[in-house]
């Protein structure tokens, strides 16, 4: 993936209604183009669509589908978003990189906090600060998940989106390429009554952005994959505790908070988010969170608990993503990273893509879409990141399998090659070449960790036995 130039990120504004726009593209130096020209690669087999434009359903209402309904909206297609949970708050970290605030034109107003250092904690509590490779410009967003989707949401309607409150139900499958699919859902909007009422809506197509049980996914058999529990809790502590956080992540790796995955502490505009996830021990969940807060006790003693929040996280994508006129998108997807456990960019990433492949493959609404059409958008999908997801796959079988390991990973980061691959490869999502020479010494450097490591812990063992 191209690198992107450092001016993209630098001089975030404030929300301005004067300036909605999506900017699907970098143009070129020079050029005032704003918008992507789409370039047609519509069937010829594909029909008109006759007195209207194209339409699309987008089930979701997170970073997924906001992105995907804005930019269908904009490329001409009747779209409709439904979303039950406006006030959405996923249980996640809320890190986003740098590369989504320029790509998504995100405003300074929606960002807790600019993360410019992070403290990575091995099992013995050995603390490694990372950081010290970024640029002045460059950090990680913070965000509060029900901040950013309302925004992206709302984004989405002034773009001529129709955004419908309602929880769906399911869809029927059309019998010919041309027949529209059937939306049954419980409309909020009208509010006459707290039970809703059953309305049924007919699209040409639709985009399943609703998350990790995805009733899209089960309607088009998308088949199933493994899941993580992400446990998270918002704690409000002191202003002079939160001086501590004000633009530092702390990331806590050892069997006691998660055997599979890590704890975190993330700042948020006025309080912390902690929390811990894992495949392998779900019903430990709770467990795991108690020791999570007890290894950052002392920065956050005193604090309240304000809210509890529970959610799976995806391991791997489905075995199906595409099927005739639906495609699949984000956590409904399978779109979030091990090792690291990142979903937000991806997810509004993979909406945006999708959604650019029917504009692209409708000609702006015009003809009707074919599976082809969605298809494109999982190619690209696949070629552009397959690489990231292959490479943190590696690092979470490698390095967080025991606690010696772990103890090698977090002594590994210490390393100011390591720390610069890192970031270079999360804040502009691509995987980054490196330096021959610096990687065989990282080589030679992170089997001399996880040979220490391992002779640790059997002196350890023989102490306690």
Not at 117 to 139: C, F, R
Not at 155 to 164: C, E, F, M, T, V
Not at 303 to 312: C, L, S, Y
Not at 356 to 365: D, L, Q
Request: glycine residues 8%; aromatic residues 8%.
């Amino acid at each position: 993936m191209a690198a992107v130039a450092v001016k993209t990120f630098v001089g975030l504004r404030r929300i301005s209604p004067e300036n909605n726009d999506i900017r699907l593209h970098k143009p070129p130096a020079g050029s005032t183009q704003h918008h992507r020209k789409f370039r047609v690669i519509a069937s010829k087999s594909s029909p008109r669509v006759a007195g209207r434009n194209l339409r699309v359903a987008v089930v979701g209402g997170g970073p997924a589908g906001g992105a995907a309904a804005e930019t269908l909206a904009k490329g001409g297609i009747e779209t409709y978003l439904i979303e039950r949970k406006m006030d959405n708050c996923k249980p996640c970290g809320g890190a986003i990189p740098l590369c989504m605030v320029g790509e998504f034109d995100l405003p300074l107003d929606i960002i807790d906090r600019r993360v410019t250092k992070m403290k990575m904690i091995s099992p013995s509590n050995v603390a490694v600060d990372i950081g010290q490779t970024l640029k002045p410009h460059e950090y990680i967003g913070m965000v509060r998940r029900e901040i950013l989707d309302s925004y992206l949401r709302d984004r989405a309607a002034a773009a001529g989106a129709n955004l419908i409150n309602g929880l769906f139900l399911k869809m029927e499958i059309p019998n010919s390429k041309t027949t529209p699919y059937l939306l049954t859902y419980t409309d909020y909007n009208a509010k006459a009554s707290a039970a809703g009422e059953k309305k049924t809506l007919e699209v040409d197509a639709v985009i399943g952005a609703d998350g990790a049980n995805s009733r899209v996914a089960k309607g088009i058999n998308a088949g199933d994959y493994e899941y993580a529990i992400a446990f998270q809790e918002r704690v409000r502590i002191s202003d002079e505790k939160m001086k501590y956080y004000e633009n530092l992540a702390e990331m806590y790796v050892g069997d006691d908070v998660s055997p599979d995955f890590y704890g975190w502490v993330f700042p948020k505009s006025d309080h912390v988010a902690v929390g811990t996830g894992t495949v392998t021990h779900k019903n430990d969940i709770k467990k795991l969170q108690i020791a999570t807060r007890l290894r950052a006790r002392d920065k956050i003693a005193g604090g309240r608990i304000i809210r509890v929040e529970a959610h799976p996280i995806p391991e791997h994508p489905r075995p199906r993503r595409v099927l005739d006129r639906v495609a699949l998108v984000g956590d409904a997807a399978g779109y979030v990273t091990k090792c690291s456990g990142e979903g937000i960019y991806f997810a509004a990433k993979s909406g945006r893509m999708c959604a650019e492949a029917i504009v692209e493959g409708s000609e702006n609404g015009k003809r009707m879409v074919e599976e082809s059409d969605l298809r494109s958008y999982l190619e690209k999908w696949d070629r552009t990141y397959w690489p990231t997801y292959k490479v943190l796959d590696i690092l979470q079988k490698v390095f967080y399998r025991s606690n010696p390991a772990r103890e090698a990973f977090v002594e590994m980061c210490a390393d100011e090659y390591v720390q610069k691959m890192t970031f270079d490869s999360y804040l502009y999502k691509r995987v980054v070449p490196g330096n021959p020479l610096e990687d065989l010494k990282l080589a030679v450097n992170t089997i001399g960790s996880l040979i220490r490591a391992n002779a640790l812990r059997k002196e350890m063992e023989k102490i306690t036995v």
